[in-house]
């Protein structure tokens, strides 16, 4: 295993076994799955849960992938993954696509535990050995063979007592592989697969993204939605600006500064939109500085994110759209007619 995605699932109702929480973990390669139930998500019992029921089992990653959460931030976890000699890396905040193939196997794994659990809903935890093994025997689309295929070289088979396959219980067909492609043959066909899957998903992503790369010292709306005691998050807006470009990480990573003078943070380009209008910046005195911000000219409109915004004329009590170059933003001044614009999230 070179790299592991591992992902917490839950709050689930308290089993009889005192569960509450899925542990899942995932190798990127073989889309091998492991599951361990917990009674908690702390960082020690989530390492615990690790090492006893995967590492020591098939063996240590090269590097561990998870998101923000508090129980893979702490030290504890960190100081494991020093003594494994494991790389940890981590998603960008509010952007779970980065750690995707874990999120789409806890979504598949919640819906069969929504069928196979007693209506009581104590008894999910014992089933999930059983949905493991269904998962691990299922053809993958992107690798052509099954989990099981591309990490043992073998296929779960159901026997009944006279050591017979049962009808209906022979298991799903090698899709792409056949019976003679075993062991590192078939790391070799799993991994033309991936690259050819691989760049059809990319392409097919491509088709339908919107939004451009963003300039060191530009400024951006940034998506940073928040709950605050005593306000509607109804009618509250979800974007925050302006905010500045810093330095470019990757090809979608961007380290921007939140305002006024705020901290630093790694996000993701889909959480960005371009800010245009006059805004107010504070200087290092502490006094307010006007700017008049404009839209670069590379800017062309169809890569411009969409950005609405909806006036009620005061003479026919009617709703007229405002061009979003013509109005002002929220919480900053312009010559414009004062509006609040939100722009909408780019893929």
Known sequence: ME??????????????KGNRFILTAMDYFTKWPEACCLPDQEAETVVDALVEGMFSRLRVPEAIHTDQGRNFE????????????????????????????????NHTLA???????DKHQRDWDTHVSLLLMAY???AQDSTACSPADAGQGDTYTGRDGNGETPRGAQGPP?????????????????????LSAGQRQKRN?????????????????????????GRCPKVDSDWVGPCEILERLGE???????????????????????????????????ETEKTTVSAPVSLRPSNRPVMHSVAENPTTGAASSIPPDACGSPGVTSTSPTMSVRPQRAR
């Open 174 to 194: 090698r899709v792409g592989l056949c019976e003679e492609v075993a062991g590192p043959s078939a790391h070799n066909f799993a991994r033309n697969k991936l």
């Open 111 to 117: 819906e069969q535990l929504a069928i196979v659990a």
């Open 252 to 286: 979608v990573v961007y380290r921007v500064q939140l305002p006024p003078r705020g901290r630093k943070v790694a996000l993701h380009r889909d959480r960005l939109a371009p800010y245009r209008g006059a805004a107010r910046l504070e200087t290092p005195t502490g």
């Open 136 to 138: 691990r025997s299922a």
């Open 205 to 229: 992503y491509d088709v339908h993204t919107r939004g451009r790369h963003f300039q060191v010292g530009e400024l951006v709306w940034v998506y940073n939605p928040q709950r605050k005691k």
């Open 74 to 105: 702490s030290k504890v976890f960190a100081a494991k993954c020093e003594e494994l000699g494991s790389h940890k890396t981590r998603t960008t905040p509010l952007h779970p696509q980065s750690d995707g193939l874990v999120e789409r196997f």
């Open 3 to 16: 790299r592991v995605g591992i992902d917490v699932l839950g709050p689930f109702p308290r089993s009889d």
